[in-house]
């Protein structure tokens, strides 16, 4: 194929678990800081101790003040 001039190949955009792994925590954040948002995660029932703040409800979203 490349003898042929052609390439064989397909450049692929890597998912975002491989660019942090291949990049490093601290350098994908500094890089993609702003371009990158993580989702609220499951609800889960815990401890009032828990430090992680409340869950927001579509309640709360759509609340008029």
Do not use: C, H, W
Not at 20 to 35: D, N, P, T, W, Y
């Amino acid at each position: 194929m490349k003898k042929a001039g052609f390439d064989p190949y397909e450049p692929k955009l890597l998912g975002i678990t491989a660019m942090e792994k291949l990049l490093g925590k601290k350098k994908f954040a500094e890089i993609l800081k702003g371009l990158v948002e993580k989702p609220q995660g499951k609800p889960a029932l815990v401890p009032e101790s828990d430090k992680r703040p409340e869950m927001n409800t579509a309640q709360e979203d759509f609340k008029e003040d």
